[in-house]
């Protein structure tokens, strides 16, 4: 077969530089697999933890346990231990998942079975979503101790204390190991099939403001019990009546009126998901944050998973949406 013209025939020169090019990138992803994704975590936090923990060793058993305990996380570690290596299990499941925070060779190393296993064999983590999921577990103890941020200052975007990075990760793509996601999303979505008292709910809410639940107020009135008692709600300047009592769903009520004084800055949606049987109000989100998702996944998409709460009044007609959230 003839040459078309214009062009040449393939030179050895030019093949072997195209299999050195080949050789070289297959040697690339070779290294990149083998070292794997580097952790947030960084040296200087597990050094600052473990000063923390010989600093304050009088009360190393109040330490040692979470503040998060619904979320699963319990820590242990000996500061005096060499190698100093942090063990993070569930307090829920004995038997459960364990993993292990330590440094090899001066670099963080993550460790992880879903099953109870001593660290030495313990495999090493590499995903990265597992990783990321274990930096803000970690995250949590960091924060709690009022420790110095890491060394790029995103110590807040870790895992579970980014929110859209959360919601994301556990409700949309639901990439977590499966062991604690059950707990997590009690903590995150509140279930309408709750039996607390609705002031807990409110309570909820406030701590979901983060430094803003300062702005948040409520008081209940009325004697009887919840049969008879109303709210009065207040965020910043912004004021709601909430009259519970007879609604059909007065969770999903309540959180419409608390939407009413907290928007703007933050708006709570309903939350569901048939696979998890979740049905409940998800942690209020900031605007951007709801932004975020839409961009991510598309306004429809972010709806049909977290529909928004509306108030309504009584009509002769029947109940309506108001105009305002």
């Not at 990075?165 to 556990?170: I, L, M, Q, S």
């Amino acid at each position: 077969m003839g040459l078309t013209r214009g062009h040449k025939p393939p030179t050895f020169v030019s093949m072997r530089k195209t299999k050195d090019t080949i050789a070289e990138a297959a040697a690339i992803i070779a290294r990149a697999g083998a070292s794997g994704p580097t952790p947030a975590t960084t040296p200087e936090m597990i050094g600052h933890y473990r000063r923390h923990l010989r600093l304050n060793h009088m009360r190393k058993g109040v330490l040692l346990m979470s503040p998060f305990i619904p979320l699963g996380p319990h820590l242990t570690a000996d500061p005096d231990a060499d190698p100093f290596i942090i063990r993070l299990s569930s307090t829920l499941r004995p038997a459960g998942a364990t993993a292990y925070l330590t440094l090899r060779d001066g670099a963080v190393e993550w460790r992880y079975a879903r099953t109870w296993m001593r660290y030495a064999r313990c495999p090493i983590v590499r995903d990265p979503l597992l990783m990321q999921w274990l930096d803000g577990l970690f995250a949590a103890f960091y924060l709690e101790a009022d420790l110095p941020a890491s060394l790029d200052d995103d110590l807040e975007m870790l895992g579970p204390w980014d929110r859209v990075r959360w919601v994301r990760t556990n409700l949309f793509e639901g990439g977590r190991p499966g062991e604690t996601l059950t707990e997590e999303i009690d903590m995150w979505v509140y279930g309408l099939n709750s039996t607390e008292p609705l002031n807990q709910f409110l309570a909820w809410v406030s701590e979901g403001l983060d430094e803003d639940g300062r702005q948040f107020r409520y008081t209940a009135h009325g004697e009887g019990g919840e049969s008879a008692r109303f709210y009065l709600l207040r965020y910043g300047k912004r004021r709601a009546m909430a009259f519970p009592a007879g609604q059909p769903e007065p969770l999903l009520y309540l959180a419409g009126i608390a939407n009413s004084i907290l928007q703007p800055d933050y708006e709570l949606r309903r939350y569901r998901n048939k696979k998890l049987g979740k049905d409940g109000i998800l942690m209020p989100l900031a605007p951007q944050d709801w932004e975020a998702l839409a961009s991510a996944y598309g306004p429809m998409a972010v709806e049909a998973r977290f529909s928004p709460i509306h108030r309504h009044t009584e009509t002769a007609n029947g109940r309506r949406r108001t105009m305002d959230p």
